[in-house]
């Protein structure tokens, strides 16, 4: 290379002044390894976050624990944190979250697999180029929304269907959280189904496989580790799930199974403590961090095991 | 062999065959059409109960306990004090993580380690991220944040929405083809030059789009912002970061709380227009994707 093209091409770096000869590379190789610092250093804050969100969750719960035994916490069946006595036994806020998550799958899983099925197998170009984005804008509407529309809509529309339904209740709540992680269900399960080669669908139209056959026996159990990886990670969402569950479930802990009634979830708690004025240090302020610790374990759990469930069971088409 | 097997009429047993494949068909599309008839009823129920509440006046009040009184003036301000700081923090930490992820990372264990972890955080429930913020933003670094500040906010959605704006920007700087970098190697660029001038102008659209979808779900962001503080009487406009603020959907949430029906038909009016803005963020994405399409 001449020397005025390595001219030129310092130059092109903009930045630093314009180097001149060979002997600027050495200021250049600093610059590069300076460079390459820095974005490392973008790449760490998402660890640092990881670190940050652990030791807050588990630094203010061991205040907590100090002040409510672990067994007392994990297995009590009364939790009254703001009105005397005061009990902490997470149980009745683990059931809300998994009593709504149930609806939720319940809605979910065979409305988002029947929309991957119909649209990685069945529907038109055309039509698909249509139900993709609304599924997207669908997934996209804020959880706030849904809550709205839970409260001010679905209820009202249940309650003479439902007799003894609640102004807040998990139903209501359940059903809106399913219609939110439906799209999550359907994308996942459509582009695994996608990826099963054009080969194994001819094979079997060549034995003279019908449609549904092939979309059902064929399609369906070869994509089977992407359709179950995202019922597991659409349950996740739903566990994580907040504004919706706070707006339609109401803020009443009740170690129940009636979906008619209004109950609380691990989240809907969290919002809770934080609408009202508790002061930092208190037993109320940690409890959040016990509570946030244990929803973290649990939906951080689910995730690796639905990644991990994609990894090992998915069969390799080279 | 009997004349009907002749015939083209397909056996009776295929028929059947047949028959039972488009009934399964068809559920499969109704199953699809669920999600495309509740979007249209949650739309058409918003916009009956909010419409006629949506006067001039709704955009520059300030909330009050009188419902037609009542306006979201300080959220509006709060949401774009809100949006312009998250996307001054996210864009340039979710660019520079993707190319270190892309373009220098060495493949090894650091690399699949930070892979992994940003992997597991975009799904970590929001409200996870509202209690990091109260603890770290507003507890902690007080003295910088000014406590329950638009700032902490801020900093709270940005990490939120970090691990989707860094996987949608490595998409992108993917799609960058190799030919492209050895082109710019083969003439001395260095590996910045060649990201700089070659990879990221290439790779900008995609990036811009991935921003934009990543800050459209930032917008509708509530809990964490309850945690940090969001959720007081605000009549008043953001000054600076360090101010105290409320947004859209908090606005939205304390309407929708409470009973009066009033309150609700505010509520759906304060849901119109951050569904407007939503929707037309989400369309200058899908412009700029299509526009800057490129097949290489």
């Known amino acids: ?318 | 062999m009997s004349v009907e097997r002749h015939s083209l009429e397909a056996p009776p047993e295929l028929v059947a065959r047949r028959r039972r494949g488009k009934v399964f068909q068809y559920l499969c599309l109704s199953a699809t059409l669920v999600g495309v008839v509740t979007l249209v009823v949650l739309l058409a129920d918003v916009l009956i109960d909010g419409v006629a509440w949506l006067t001039p006046t709704f955009f520059t009040e300030f909330p009050s306990r009188i419902p037609a009184r009542a306006g979201i003036k300080s959220a509006l301000y709060g949401t774009v004090w809100l949006m312009g700081l998250c996307a001054l923090i996210s864009f340039p930490l979710g660019v520079a993580a993707a190319v270190w992820l892309e373009e220098y990372a060495k493949k090894g264990w650091l690399q699949t380690v930070i892979q992994t972890n940003i992997a597991n955080l975009a799904g970590v429930p929001s409200i996870v991220y509202g209690i990091l913020g109260l603890a770290v933003f507003v507890r902690w670094m007080v003295p910088f944040t000014g406590g329950r500040s638009v700032i902490s906010g801020a900093l709270t959605i940005s990490l939120l929405v970090l691990p989707i704006l860094i996987i949608a920007s490595q998409e992108a700087i993917r799609a960058v083809p190799g030919s492209i970098r050895e082109a710019s190697y083969g003439l001395g660029a260095t590996k910045w030059q060649t990201v700089r001038h070659h990879v990221l102008p290439n790779a900008m659209p995609g990036i811009l789009t991935g921003t934009i979808l990543a800050l459209s779900r930032a917008i509708g962001e509530t809990a964490p912002l309850i945690m940090i503080g969001a959720l007081t009487f605000i009549a008043f406009v953001p000054d600076g970061p360090r101010d105290q603020f409320t947004v859209l959907s908090i606005q939205i949430y304390n309407w929708a709380s409470r009973p009066q029906p009033e309150f609700q038909h505010l509520a759906a009016a304060a849901i119109i227009v951050l569904l407007m803005l939503l929707l037309s963020m989400n369309a200058l994405a899908i412009w700029l994707r299509n526009r800057h399409h490129r097949e290489w």
Do not use: C
Not at chain 1, 312 to 317: C, P
């Open chain 1, 1 to 318: 290379m001449s020397e005025r093209a390595i001219i030129e091409v310092a130059r092109g770096a903009g930045g630093g002044a314009p180097v001149a000869s060979l002997r600027g590379a050495r200021s250049r190789t600093a610059k590069e390894a300076a460079i390459g610092g820095l974005l490392f250093a973008a790449g760490a804050v998402s660890i640092l976050t990881t670190v940050g969100i652990i030791a807050v969750l588990v630094w203010e719960s061991l205040a907590f624990f100090r002040r409510v035994s672990v067994a007392e916490f994990l297995t009590g069946t009364v939790w009254t944190p703001l009105f005397v006595p005061q009990h902490f036994g997470v149980l009745p806020l683990l059931m809300g979250s998994v009593l709504v998550s149930i609806i939720a799958a319940g809605i979910a899983i065979p409305l988002g697999l029947g929309s991957a099925i119909y649209l990685s197998e069945f529907a038109p170009e055309r039509l698909r180029r249509f139900l993709k984005p609304v599924l997207e804008i669908l997934a996209g509407v804020p959880s706030v929304v849904y809550g709205y529309f839970a409260l001010t809509f679905v209820t009202p529309l249940l309650q003479p269907l439902v007799p003894g339904l609640q102004l807040f209740n998990a139903l209501s709540a359940g059903i809106v959280v399913g219609i939110m992680v439906l799209p999550l269900i359907a994308s996942l399960s459509e582009d695994a189904m996608n990826a099963v080669p054009r080969g194994l669908r001819q094979g079997a139209y060549a034995l003279g496989a019908t449609k549904f056959e092939v979309a059902t026996r064929v399609v369906t159990p070869a994509a089977l580790s992407g359709i179950v990886a995202s019922f597991i990670l659409a349950i996740s969402r739903a566990i994580g799930e907040t504004m919706a569950v706070v707006l339609a479930a109401g803020m009443t802990p009740n170690l129940t199974l009636d979906v008619r009634e209004s109950i609380q979830t691990l989240t809907a708690y969290i919002v809770q403590v934080s609408l009202g004025d508790t002061p930092f240090g208190s037993i109320e302020y940690q409890s959040i961090f016990a509570v946030g610790l244990l929803l973290f374990a649990v939906t951080l759990g689910m995730n690796v095991f639905g990644r991990w469930f994609l990894k090992r069971y998915r069969e390799e088409y080279a």
